[in-house]
């Protein structure tokens, strides 16, 4: 066996890696973050949520992405804020004076 077929396998780890790192790096849809937001919503609310009591407008501030309202029919709003890759924030403050 040739020297450089040992480095074949080497070679696929390589490329398997790198989709793995491409595929990790994406930035995610917003249909993903408010699927994701939706169901953290569900799990909290319990008794009588649905993931259609939840809906997303975008934000003004460029800091946030979307911000997802999710309104239960006995009356409890939930407000998710989340940032450019789908990552959970804090509710935004006023405006500085």
Known sequence: MT?????????????VAGIIGYRMGQVPSETEIITRYAASYVAMAGNGAALTDCAATIHPDPAIRLVINCANPNGLTTTFYAGPRGEALPPPQGPAI
């Open 3 to 15: 020297r450089w077929m040992f480095f074949i396998p080497v070679a696929g780890l390589v490329v």
